[in-house]
């Protein structure tokens, strides 16, 4: 089946965004200590990844019209949860599934509560969220955790597909994880073609589009704002578990996902995801997070760029996307 | 007999297969006061829907003919739902109301409602695209849906949207009423239940729509027209027979429903 593009699709802002993430990656090998443009493009990407999963949750749900604020309480709750039941001595694949069970479970619980109870979901996530963080800091305080056996997962294995960290500096290459990208890379992949070809993604924009129109038209408004909060814990899950296998080697804080979220919505509507729900824009929300840590980069290998170029840069692009948005509602 | 036991004569006196019933069908809305309590907004007690078949439903403002639709397809809201009795024989489900709308189209029901209710800032395929009830349906009617779109659009007036990849809203109301029947209508529904789609159209366009509705409506299907209109019933009534189905008008009055010449 194709399903044309949705009208109103701002090419011209992933346009800008691989612009600006091209510019921050020159701007990192002239001004900074990157010794080569693949060199930095490599760490902005396999560090981008897994906030790629992220940044997909919050897309999701703000597609069909909602608004998830515990994807960082999730991300947290996760990570510690993979950590507690490896240094029980559960197995990794266990611990894995065990805690995707725990994804699905909880996805499932606040999309029910959001829909059929009609609770507000900025009160309902964020409650989901501190009682997350709370959990999480629990766990903390009274384990002690080892994750030996996560990381050896994390680090190599049968799908591992190295194909950016090959090319990395030495020292870099502790700290990628290879996993990330083939996962992020296929998430944007599928959700792409779930949108443009599959009448499951056509209804889930016209869910956020026009709720009352969805429900005159016979379309399950209910399940697929359900399935919206669902594919949001799955994805907060599979980020957690892609960044607890590599990058942090064992480690993980019980803070970590603190702020995640804002980050996530923030490049989900700067990628061209309406804030009131209508659309979806996979790629510019990816394009969106890269140029967020492209910032980062830079920030980090050049002294002449300061913490708050990435705040400046992410905050101005957040409000030209309202002026124009706010533009295009007025002249409709 | 017990009134909300649907009578399941499956062929009507023509040989017409029956697509809807519904037996001891009573609504009130909700907040009705003592002396209201015996008075209901509808009080239907059965209704025979079958193949084929052209039905016009007439009624002046506010006698309940939108409820009336709303009821049947399981779309009044649910705040607003009060007082609701009566079965219902859907194809070959049964049921009390309220009715699931998820069943009500998977059955082969499709109601357009009298709000203009679609999605602007979808492209005008996607939303005809979102009537169809499934994915088969869409392999199976999909090409001759985006045909008779295609044709519909170029129908148009000069200063219209041509291309079925703009978006809907750039379309004006006799452009939308066009879109929202294909939607309905080029699917493969056994019923559709049309609520006032002629009520925004000026002379030119209600022509032009009843022209569009006749190409493409098509065997087994029924169509239940509701209209304050007597036009409107005149121009279904000539389309049916010129079509040789079968005509019957009902007229909502009081809460009851009769057949009327």
């Not at chain 1, 921050?24 to 396999?46: K, P, W």
């Not at chain 1, 510690?80 to 266990?94: E, K, N, Q, R």
């Not at chain 2, 239907?44 to 309940?64: D, F, K, R, W």
């Not at chain 2, 079925?164 to 929202?180: F, I």
Request: charged share 15%; with cysteine.
């Amino acid at each position: 089946m194709r399903v044309s593009g949705y009208a109103g699709i701002a090419g011209w802002r992933l346009l800008l965004l691989s612009v600006m993430v091209g510019a921050a990656i020159a701007a990192a090998t002239t001004i900074g200590e990157s010794r080569s443009a693949a060199d930095s493009l490599s760490v902005v990407v396999a560090s981008a990844a897994p906030l790629v999963l992220i940044t997909l949750a919050a897309t999701i749900v703000l597609s069909v019209g909602d608004l998830d604020l515990s994807i960082g309480g999730g991300y947290t709750f996760y990570g510690m949860a993979l950590l507690a039941l490896a240094s029980l001595g559960v197995s990794a694949p266990a611990a894995y599934v065990s805690c995707f069970a725990l994804a699905v479970a909880i996805g499932i619980v606040q999309g029910q509560m959001i829909v059929r109870r009609r609770l507000s979901p900025l009160v309902t996530t964020l409650a989901t969220a501190t009682i997350l963080f709370g959990v999480s800091l629990l766990i903390e305080h009274w384990m002690r955790l080892r994750a030996e056996g996560l990381v050896a997962v994390g680090q190599g294995g049968a799908a591992a597909i190295p194909v950016i960290s090959r090319t990395l500096p030495e020292s870099y290459r502790p700290i990628i994880l290879r996993y990330a990208i083939p996962w992020a890379l296929s998430a944007i992949i599928l959700l792409e073609y779930w949108r443009r070809r599959t009448l499951w993604g056509l209804q889930h924009v016209a869910v956020g589009w026009n709720r009352a129109a969805a429900q005159l038209a016979g379309l399950p408004s209910a399940a697929i704002r359900t399935r919206a909060f669902l594919m949001s814990s799955i994805l907060s899950f599979g980020s957690a578990a892609l960044v607890i296998s590599g990058f942090q080697r064992g480690g993980w804080d019980p803070r970590a996902g603190a702020g995640l979220e804002l980050i996530a919505i923030m490049c989900a509507v700067i990628g061209g995801t309406r804030i009131g729900g209508g659309t979806i824009e996979p790629m510019g929300a990816a394009l969106a997070i890269l140029l967020w840590e492209a910032l980062a980069h830079l920030q980090y290998v050049s002294p002449l760029v300061g913490p708050e170029t990435q705040q400046l840069v992410i905050g101005a692009l957040l409000l030209a996307v309202a002026i124009v948005g706010a533009r295009s509602t007025a002249s409709n | 007999m017990n009134r909300h036991v649907v009578d399941r004569e499956t062929k009507s006196e023509t040989g017409h297969e029956l697509v809807a019933a519904v037996s001891g069908l009573r609504f009130r809305y909700p907040g009705a006061s003592a002396k209201e309590e015996g008075h209901w907004l509808l009080d239907i007690g059965s209704l025979h829907i079958h193949t084929n078949s052209a039905y016009s439903l007439l009624g002046e403002n506010m006698v309940g003919k939108t409820t009336l639709v709303r009821v049947l397809t399981g779309t009044l809201d649910a705040p607003s739902r009060g007082y609701l009795e009566g079965s219902f024989c859907y194809g070959a489900v049964t049921g009390r109301f309220p009715v699931d709308p998820r069943i009500v189209r998977r059955v082969g029901i499709c109601a357009v409602h009298q709000n203009d209710m679609m999605f602007d800032g979808l492209s005008i395929w996607e939303n005809v695209l979102l009537g169809a009830p499934s994915r088969a349906a869409v392999r199976f009617h999909g090409p001759a849906a985006r045909n008779s779109l295609r044709l519909t659009l170029a129908r148009l007036a000069n200063h219209e949207a041509r291309s079925e990849a703009s978006a809907l809203g750039t379309l004006s109301a006799g452009g939308r009423a066009m879109v929202r029947t294909i939607r309905a209508v080029a699917w493969g529904y056994r019923l559709l239940v049309l609520d006032e789609p002629t009520v925004n159209l000026d002379p030119k366009n209600r022509d032009r729509w009843f022209f569009l509705l006749g190409e493409l409506w098509t065997n087994p299907a029924s169509v239940v027209l509701v209209s304050h209109d007597p036009e409107d019933h005149t121009a279904l009534r000539n389309l049916a027979l010129r079509s040789g189905r079968v005509y019957k008008a009902f007229k909502l009055h009081d809460g009851m429903l009769n057949e009327c010449e």
